[in-house]
Structures are given as structure tokens and as C-alpha cells.
């Protein structure tokens, strides 16, 4: 069932959440230009960043064991889960290097439990470092934009574990697609609290115009190239 109907079977929260919808995220016409706008310039973007991707590939291989690619399950819109793609940026056995080194350092957990980030991250390649502060290991997500199953601009895609976090806000998360940029980047990415995570993805799900997602593009290449809050 669509989350976004409001018929007597949609359950009481998925109506609520529908009815507190931009009109810029259920408007036919306004998904379309959006959608327009999603392969305009994701095309465009995979275009230019062909010989960036070889390059990075090879840095990836030639610096630490493991694959060049990373996928990692996410919530997407409707509930629906898919796997979000990056280059990889970690060590292998990443999950037991950051079990050892928050019971080294137990006074990081709850910056780990608070935002699922750490300033100081062990599991962090040498060239994961420089492909995180430019924000380049994002850049296979251009084809989960392709297939529809992210946006160029949206809210950030969660993990399972952090629904619990969204509370009521959750339902009005899965009404829109995640996406590849947002308020929450555009703003200071990992120099901003979880908190205030939460009420830019609350704002733009409430008010999103395509002037909107215009003006969040043009201030993520602004952060992008200062590498504001990446780490």
C-alpha cells in the first residue's frame, strides 16, 4: 500500500505524516520536474566524473585488501529497503576495529551511539580520508539516482538502526525518497548534531520547492570544495 494514501486502511500515522507533506513531494507535476531534474544532473554529473572513478579505483586497490565498492542496506522510500552504493573507504573487518577501539576508548561510545560518526574513525583508509573530506566516495549513488531509488536532494538515507531515533518523524521520512545531498549537507554535514539532522530533514520534507533543491545543489558544491564538516 502506498504510505502516502489516506484512505480508512492506511494506518493512522502514514496519513498523518501524508497530510504534513510538502506539496513539492506529492504533486504529480512537481515529482515529475523533480524527477526530470534527477536524471539531468545525475547524468551529467556520471558523465564528468568518469576519469575521477578509474583514478579512484586504482587508489582504492593499490592502498588497502578489499573490494572497490561498498554497499550497505538503507531505507528508502515506502519502507522499501536498497542497497546504497560508495567506494570503499574502511578497512576490512571494519565492524571488529571499531568494537576494539570504543572498548580502548570507552568515553568515544556515546559519540558513537549519538551520530554513528567519529572524528577520529580507525576504520578509515588513507585514501578513505581524502575521498570522505570531498565527499567523492558518494558518487556511485549517481546510478540509485538513475534508478529512482534515491534523489539528487532529500532527506538523508537512514539505517535500521536509527529509526528509532526519527520517532514520529520516521513516518514522514518514508513518504519521499532519500537523497544523495540535503539540508543536513549543504548546512555543515558532521559539524551539526544529530538533533539538528532531524529538523533539516523535518524542513525540507515540510517545505521542499524545486527552488529549494536548486539552492541545496549550489551550497553542497560550496561545502564540497571548503570540505566543510567531512571527516
Same mark, same amino acid.
Request: glycine fraction near 8%; charge should be positive.
Given at each position: 500500500?502506498?504510505?502516502?494514501?489516506?484512505?480508512?486502511?492506511?494506518?493512522?500515522?502514514?496519513?498523518?505524516?501524508?497530510?504534513?507533506?510538502?506539496?513539492?513531494?506529492?504533486?504529480?507535476?512537481?515529482?515529475?520536474?523533480?524527477?526530470?531534474?534527477?536524471?539531468?544532473?545525475?547524468?551529467?554529473?556520471?558523465?564528468?566524473?568518469?576519469?575521477?572513478?578509474?583514478?579512484?579505483?586504482?587508489?582504492?586497490?593499490?592502498?588497502?585488501?578489499?573490494?572497490?565498492?561498498?554497499?550497505?542496506?538503507?531505507?528508502?522510500?515506502?519502507?522499501?529497503?536498497?542497497?546504497?552504493?560508495?567506494?570503499?573507504? %574502511?578497512?576490512?573487518?571494519?565492524?571488529?576495529?571499531?568494537?576494539?577501539?570504543?572498548?580502548?576508548?570507552?568515553?568515544?561510545?556515546?559519540?558513537?551511539?549519538?551520530?554513528?560518526?567519529?572524528?577520529?574513525?580507525?576504520?578509515?583508509?588513507?585514501?578513505?580520508?581524502?575521498?570522505?573530506?570531498?565527499?567523492?566516495?558518494?558518487?556511485?549513488?549517481?546510478?540509485?539516482?538513475?534508478?529512482?531509488?534515491?534523489? %539528487?536532494?532529500?532527506?538523508?538515507?537512514?539505517?535500521?538502526?536509527?529509526?528509532?531515533?526519527?520517532?514520529?518523524?520516521?513516518?514522514?521520512?518514508?513518504?519521499?525518497?532519500?537523497?544523495?545531498?540535503?539540508?543536513?549537507?549543504?548546512?555543515?554535514?558532521?559539524?551539526?548534531?544529530?538533533?539538528?539532522?532531524?529538523?533539516?530533514?523535518?524542513?525540507?520534507?515540510?517545505?521542499?520547492?524545486?527552488? %529549494?533543491?536548486?539552492?541545496?545543489?549550489?551550497?553542497?558544491?560550496?561545502?564540497?570544495?571548503?570540505?566543510?564538516?567531512?571527516?
Amino acid at each position: 500500500m502506498d504510505p502516502r494514501t489516506t484512505s480508512p486502511g492506511c494506518p493512522p500515522d502514514a496519513a498523518l505524516a501524508a497530510g504534513q507533506l510538502s506539496a513539492g513531494l506529492r504533486d504529480s507535476g512537481a515529482l515529475l520536474v523533480k524527477r526530470i531534474l534527477d536524471i539531468v544532473v545525475a547524468t551529467i554529473l556520471l558523465f564528468l566524473a568518469i576519469p575521477f572513478a578509474v583514478f579512484i579505483a586504482l587508489a582504492i586497490v593499490l592502498d588497502s585488501r578489499g573490494p572497490v565498492f561498498f554497499a550497505h542496506p538503507r531505507i528508502g522510500k515506502g519502507n522499501r529497503t536498497f542497497r546504497l552504493f560508495k567506494f570503499r573507504t %574502511m578497512v576490512r573487518d571494519a565492524d571488529t576495529v571499531l568494537e576494539e577501539y570504543l572498548s580502548a576508548h570507552p568515553d568515544l561510545r556515546s559519540e558513537w551511539n549519538e551520530t554513528h560518526k567519529l572524528k577520529i574513525d580507525p576504520r578509515v583508509t588513507r585514501v578513505g580520508r581524502l575521498l570522505r573530506r570531498t565527499s567523492l566516495d558518494e558518487l556511485p549513488q549517481l546510478f540509485s539516482v538513475l534508478g529512482g531509488e534515491m534523489s %539528487m536532494v532529500g532527506p538523508r538515507p537512514i539505517v535500521e538502526d536509527e529509526i528509532q531515533k526519527y520517532g514520529p518523524l520516521f513516518a514522514l521520512y518514508l513518504q519521499a525518497k532519500p537523497g544523495l545531498t540535503g539540508l543536513w549537507q549543504a548546512s555543515g554535514r558532521r559539524d551539526n548534531s544529530y538533533q539538528t539532522r532531524l529538523a533539516l530533514d523535518r524542513r525540507y520534507l515540510q517545505e521542499r520547492t524545486l527552488g %529549494m533543491d536548486l539552492l541545496v545543489l549550489l551550497k553542497t558544491i560550496r561545502v564540497v570544495l571548503l570540505g566543510h564538516g567531512a571527516y
